[in-house]
């Protein structure tokens, strides 16, 4: 029997996947936009079960750390996957708005679920993505689908506006804090938190930010849980290099970063402009 279960309808918002002048613009000034377009409401029933799902099957992975959602078998040690996540990150919809801030050959390199759950999820600290993606020259485009609603309340993601324009990366350290959700964080002094804005979202909405803009999130102490799909697309103008290692500033390498070596990536729209991409690397884990 298929699993189901009772969604509230997305507030009405145009259908539109065309972003105004003004959204552009935005994303070009902020780092962050908003856009009209909102996911139908049955797609985001569909994409309920599936995260319900995902819960069932990592029962021992904590729900903030649910990384590579969108192949059989995830980027964490022994976690299940849910391949539905690939054709919701395909989405032509999701895509066309994606097209319109990074250009018309896209792919897709990463997903993941951040859920925390009510009264103990974790904080994310302030950081910028690419401090950690092996991504040269750095470029991606973040898309935060809000699967349930995100508050300041539950800990939506916050950032500071413009702090992406340098198109550089502010200092970060390790942090071996249990309480966060990711142990990459920027040193103190390097960004204003004054200046931070939530980026609050219905269910259904979602936001699309640059990859050196300077965020995180709260921790969730509300009863509300509150749970995202994460989408990572890049221009093929960049290369997803993975012969790159993070190295500590002793020039160690840091065994805490992610391994990228054998992460798979997708041609989601158009060509490979740099020419140096490789799409059959890590594929084989797609398998069941």
């Known amino acids: 029997m298929r699993f189901t279960m009772a969604i509230n309808q997305p507030t009405p ?57 969108h192949i059989a078998k995830g980027y964490a040690d022994g976690m299940r996957g849910n391949p539905d996540f690939l054709e919701y990150a395909l989405n032509p919809h999701i895509l066309d708005l994606v097209e319109q801030v990074i250009g018309p050959n896209i792919i897709l390199w990463g997903t993941q679920i951040i859920c925390k759950p009510g009264g103990d999820g974790m904080a994310v600290p302030w950081h910028q993505d690419g401090e950690y993606w092996p991504i040269r020259p750095l470029a991606t485009c973040t898309v935060w689908i809000a699967i349930e609603d995100s508050t300041p309340e539950n800990g939506c993601m916050r950032y500071v506006p413009g702090s992406h324009k340098r198109q550089a990366l502010l200092a970060h350290h390790h942090s071996d804090r249990d309480d966060l959700a990711l142990n990459q964080q920027l040193d103190a002094g390097t960004f204003d938190e004054n200046d931070a804005k939530d980026d609050a979202l219905e269910a259904g909405q979602m936001s699309l930010h640059d990859i050196y803009l300077v965020h995180g999130s709260n921790p969730n102490r509300s009863p509300k849980r509150r749970a995202g799909f994460i989408i990572r697309y890049m221009p093929s103008t960049s290369h997803f290099d993975r012969s790159i290692h993070k190295m500590d500033r002793l020039g160690k390498a840091d065994t805490s970063m992610t391994n990228f070596s054998t992460r798979p990536i997708w041609l989601a729209r158009g060509v490979d402009r740099c020419g140096k991409n490789d799409f059959t690397i890590g594929h084989e884990r797609t398998k069941a």
Do not use: C
């Open 13 to 69: 918002a145009t259908s539109s996947t065309t972003l105004t002048h003004e959204e552009i613009a935005t994303y070009q000034r902020d780092g962050l936009i908003i856009p009209r377009y909102r996911l139908p409401w049955d797609l985001l029933g569909r994409m309920r079960e599936s995260f319900a799902k995902l819960l069932r099957d990592n029962p021992t992975i904590r729900p903030e750390m649910l990384l590579g959602v």
